[in-house]
């Protein structure tokens, strides 16, 4: 294990922001991550895909770059539980359990990051999220280095939440995640977004778990930038999630707004779809700007923009939707 300093984290986080750590250490096993934390070096920024997150400025402090790999498969009769250490690359684990032959992650297929933040944010594309497969996750407590084991209960999963995100923000660092997966027969999730429109003209008729995954890639890459080539984080913003007599005031003046359904009470409104409509898809601003297919993603555009300037793009179009429809934008990403 090696701590280094002035390290730059360009290459550690999609968006491409050229910030320095003070120090930085990458864990490639949990005796290493003990190490660290024994050290009792407080605070510390936790990092592993770099995905999910917005640097606006230098990080004083280390910063662990979990990078351990491993994945465990135990099969039974009709289901599989499959663990994977939180340095895997999540879109290669989803590859993985697709070669195998394990269903329910496929939908999730060329989400960016690693599979020990992916419960944190409670990841989901294409009607399907991470709690529908997720069984336990292992953590480690950063003050007492105790491990604990999470259960789906524990997590208090919600849409792009859960309990690593409030309660237990910044007390555990996630080691490893358990999924329980389908062998063989398995039920396919198709009807959200436009999957199956993709397998249609593929030809796909009786279509199989790499048949969707492939159709999930496909749409991916027709509408969000590749984080290699054009920084971005994805999902910039969470879809709105407002009350069934709000979102019918809005209809008398926004007839053609979409909406899905979460309870009785609540709509989901997409917030691609506000921004899109307020004239922000294609935005420039300064070195950071809004891409041109999707609305809902913020782009590093020049490849030198800082943190800074696309977390006041971010502001500024948050201040748009609420001065339109009321609405606040809340990000998706953590901001640093």
Request: glycine share 6%; aromatic share 8%; with cysteine.
């Amino acid at each position: 294990m090696n701590i280094q300093r002035n390290v730059s984290l360009k290459k550690y986080n999609t968006f491409g922001i050229d910030v320095t750590a003070k120090e930085f250490v990458s864990i490639a096993n949990e005796a290493e991550l003990v190490e660290v934390l024994s050290d009792k070096k407080q605070p510390l920024l936790v990092i592993s895909g770099g995905s999910n997150m917005l640097l606006t400025k230098a990080i004083n402090t280390l910063v662990v770059h979990i990078n351990t790999k491993g994945i465990l498969v135990n099969r039974f009769d009709s289901y599989a539980l499959v663990t994977a250490k939180a340095g895997e690359n999540w879109h290669d684990f989803v590859q993985f359990c697709i070669d195998e032959n394990l269903g329910g992650l496929e939908n999730l297929s060329l989400i960016p990051g690693c599979v020990g933040s992916a419960p944190i944010q409670n990841i989901g594309a294409y009607g399907v999220e991470l709690k529908d497969c997720f069984v336990s996750c292992k953590a480690v407590h950063r003050k007492s280095i105790k491990e604990k084991i999470f259960t789906k209960e524990d997590c208090q999963f919600g849409y792009r939440n859960s309990v690593f995100k409030n309660e237990a923000k910044d007390q555990y660092i996630i080691t490893e995640v358990t999924f329980k997966l389908s062998v063989g027969s398995h039920t396919l999730n198709t009807k959200y977004g436009a999957i199956e429109k993709e397998l249609v003209e593929k030809k796909r008729i009786k279509p199989t778990i790499k048949d969707v995954s492939e159709a999930v890639i496909a749409i991916r890459k027709s509408k969000l930038p590749d984080p290699k080539k054009i920084g971005n984080s994805g999902s910039f913003f969470k879809n709105p999630i407002i009350t069934v007599e709000k979102y019918q005031q809005l209809m008398a003046i926004f007839p053609e707004m979409p909406h899905y359904p979460i309870s009785n009470e609540l709509v989901k409104v997409p917030a691609g779809w506000l921004i899109d409509q307020v004239g922000f898809k294609g935005y420039v601003y300064k070195n950071a700007g809004v891409h041109g297919k999707q609305a809902l993603v913020l782009i590093n555009r020049t490849g030198s923009a800082t943190g800074k300037e696309i977390w006041e793009l971010a502001m500024i179009i948050q201040k748009k939707i609420k001065s339109v429809y009321k609405i606040e934008l809340e990000a998706e990403v953590n901001v640093f």
